[in-house]
Every structure is written in structure tokens, then in C-alpha cells.
């Protein structure tokens, strides 16, 4: 039944049983057309339904539903005492029914007050998380600005004796000269560490720039082109018309190479590296670097933006790339994601504020190679 059946709507406004005997009679009594009218189609309508009698079971609020009594299977009419009795049953049957839509109520309150603890929860440890990331790079950076100057300066000395002995010894010797171009290597080594670990301390007082992050990326992913082509990785771009975002050039390279060569390093036989821009759903820049590589595990991933943290051999990672990557990332106002999903490869995602509002919109630039 409509909940605006006639019926409905009558059984609502009496609040009590309607019995198609007594209507014949009240039809036989009635006074005026209109009441007449009125109780011929009730009449009417339990006919069409086939019942003798209609109880609303009235609930706390409203009708919880009408039990409809048929004819007796004697043919008989109810006797008056059968129906009170039946009356006081819908009563209680109403107030049952009450009880267990307020049970339901609250058991479903139950739930989405567990659901909102967990998600709170989720959020707090996660903001605590890059709190703590956060303090332990900050601790870190104010160190290790101090020990690279003090290493700087013993590394130059050593550099230029070495520029020395070089002029004076032999050339000829193949030894000497292979030592000499290990000992080069391995202070530029040095060198890069230290830079790299000077940059976790700067301070932003460089240079903003407004950046065309498809064209960064498109420059970052030159520089590796040759060495995906050498591993086999097929490199997959969708990007986005035109996310433009307010950072340090410089930086944000940094940023896109370390992603990039972690990905490929992480796919020594091959694979497929996806990069991606959009404009996500809360209006930030978003761009995700996608491989298909070994991936993180478990008990990594909360260790992957720490310093000096490298699961690669000696010689092959710093274990700062990612430090680096997450200072940068933070000191525009970004936030970086990591989700690696075992065997299947690792997606980090970043986001940045948004320079100014534009229409969301997915441009392919498909597979280039
Ligand atoms: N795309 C990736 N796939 C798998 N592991 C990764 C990826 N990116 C980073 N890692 C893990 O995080 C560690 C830290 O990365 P990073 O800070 O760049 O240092 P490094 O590359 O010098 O080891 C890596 O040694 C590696 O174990
Ligand atoms: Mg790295």
C-alpha cells in the first residue's frame, strides 16, 4: 500500500481498528453525503483487500503498520470479544515492533560511532606519524649541517694533495693511476652526501619559481631515458593538461629524479613505470610515480624516509634520496604517500597546493615508449 492510500491516511488520523461490519451499519446511520461518501470508499477499500478488519499498529510515533484480518474460514462474522482481544494483541505487537526499530537505531549508532573512533584514530596516528618524521628530520638536518662543514673542509685539503701527488707521481704506473680515479670517485661520493645532506637543513629562502610539472617531469625523464630503455621499462604517461605549482626548480627535480631512480632501481629486470599527473578531488596537484618492482615491505615502509635507511648495497644507495625527497616535499607544502602492494610495485603520490583553480580534467598522453 501507497503510504497515502486512503486507508493509510484514515487508520492514521482514527488511531484505532476499522471493522467493515460496523461501516455497513455506520454507511446505514450516517447523516450526511459527505461522511457517507467517505465511508463507502473505506468500505470500498478493504473490500478490494479482502478484510473483515484493519488494526493499525501504532507505534511510539507513527503507524508502524496495519494488520489486515480476512474472512473467517467458518464464513462466521468476529465476535466482538475476538476483536478486542485482537486489538490489545496489535497494541503490544506495535510496541514490539517499536522496540526493535529503537534497538536497530542504536545498535546502527553503535556502528557508526565505532566506524568514526577507528577513522579518527587512523588520522591521528597518521598525522602523528609525519609529526614525528617531521621532528626526527628537523633534529637530524640541524646535525648534520654542523658535521658537513666540519668534513668539508678536511675533504677539499685532501682533494687538492690528491690534485698534487697526482703531478708529481709516474703516469705511467696503471696502478697508481686506477687509485687515483677510486679515490676521485669516492670523494665526489663524499661530496654528494654532504650536499644532499646540507639541503635537509636549508631554509626556504631560495628562489620560487612557478612550475609546469609535465614539463619538469618530461626534463627529469630525460635524463633517464637511456637507462630505461638499457632495463627494459616501458614508461607510461598520463598527465594532466597543465598542473602548475609554486616551489624551487631545483628542488622539485631533485624530487621527481629520486622517485624516478628509486623506481627503476627497483625493477632491474625490466617493467613498467607509470607517471601520472591530475588535479585530485580536494583541488591539490597530484602526481604519482607508479612501478612495477619488488616493492616495500611491511616492516620498511615506516623506515624508508629515514636517513641513511637503504636496503641497496653498499656503494649503490645513500639511503638519503627519500629523506631529501620528504624534506622538499614539505617545505612546499606538500605531502607524500607511499603504497606498495608486494609483488606488484610501489606508487608514491605527492601533492601539492594548487596555484590557481582549473577545471578537472584528464589529458592521455599515452605510452611514449
Ligand atoms: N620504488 C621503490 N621500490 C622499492 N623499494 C623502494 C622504492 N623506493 C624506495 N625504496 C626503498 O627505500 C629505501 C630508501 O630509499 P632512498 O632514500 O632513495 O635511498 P637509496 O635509494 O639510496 O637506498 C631503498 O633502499 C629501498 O629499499
Ligand atoms: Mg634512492
Not at 633534529?139 to 690534485?163: K, V, W
Not at 663524499?190 to 650536499?195: A, D, K, Q, V, Y
Not at 624551487?248 to 607509470?274: C, H, S, W, Y
Amino acid at each position: 500500500l501507497e503510504s497515502d492510500n486512503f486507508l493509510i491516511r484514515h487508520l492514521k488520523k482514527i488511531k484505532s481498528a476499522e471493522i467493515k461490519e460496523e461501516l455497513t451499519l455506520k454507511i446505514k446511520d450516517s447523516s450526511s453525503k459527505e461522511k457517507t461518501a467517505q465511508l463507502m470508499q473505506l468500505k470500498e477499500e478493504m473490500s478490494k483487500m479482502e478484510a473483515e478488519a484493519c488494526f493499525p499498529l501504532l507505534g511510539k510515533e507513527e503507524l508502524g503498520g496495519i494488520l489486515i484480518l480476512g474472512k473467517k474460514t467458518s464464513g462466521k462474522p468476529y465476535s466482538k470479544q475476538g476483536l478486542e482481544l485482537l486489538q490489545t494483541l496489535t497494541n503490544q505487537a506495535a510496541i514490539a515492533l517499536d522496540n526493535a526499530r529503537l534497538h536497530q537505531e542504536v545498535k546502527n549508532w553503535g556502528k557508526e560511532l565505532t566506524r568514526k573512533v577507528k577513522e579518527k584514530t587512523k588520522e591521528l596516528r597518521k598525522s602523528q606519524a609525519q609529526l614525528l618524521q617531521s621532528e626526527k628530520l628537523a633534529g637530524i638536518g640541524q646535525l648534520a649541517a654542523g658535521i658537513a662543514h666540519e668534513i668539508r673542509n678536511p675533504l677539499g685539503i685532501i682533494a687538492t694533495s690528491l690534485y698534487y701527488l697526482n703531478e708529481i707521481l709516474p703516469k705511467k704506473k696503471e696502478d697508481i693511476k686506477r687509485h687515483f680515479q677510486i679515490m676521485e670517485t669516492e670523494i665526489n661520493r663524499c661530496e654528494s652526501i654532504i650536499n644532499n645532506l646540507l639541503e635537509f637543513s636549508r631554509k626556504s629562502t631560495q628562489e620560487i619559481e612557478l612550475i609546469d610539472v609535465n614539463q619538469l617531469l618530461n626534463i627529469t625523464l630525460s635524463l633517464v631515458e637511456k637507462d630505461l630503455f638499457v632495463k627494459d621499462i616501458k614508461l607510461i604517461k598520463k598527465f594532466h593538461h597543465s598542473p602548475t605549482i609554486k616551489a624551487n626548480m631545483d628542488e622539485m627535480k631533485q624530487v621527481f629524479l629520486n622517485l624516478i631512480l628509486n623506481a627503476t632501481q627497483a625493477m632491474p629486470r625490466g617493467g613498467k613505470l607509470d607517471i601520472a599527473t591530475s588535479i585530485s578531488k580536494n583541488k591539490r596537484v597530484k602526481i604519482q610515480v607508479a612501478d612495477s618492482g619488488t616493492g616495500i615491505s611491511e616492516k620498511h615502509l615506516s623506515k624508508i624516509f629515514d636517513p641513511f635507511f637503504t636496503t641497496k648495497a653498499p656503494g649503490e644507495g645513500t639511503g638519503l634520496g627519500l629523506t631529501l625527497v620528504h624534506t622538499i616535499i614539505e617545505r612546499w607544502e606538500g605531502t607524500i604517500q607511499v603504497k606498495s602492494q608486494g609483488a606488484e610495485g610501489t606508487i608514491f603520490t605527492i601533492e601539492f597546493p594548487i596555484l590557481k583553480e582549473e577545471p578537472s580534467q584528464e589529458g592521455i598522453n599515452g605510452p611514449t615508449s
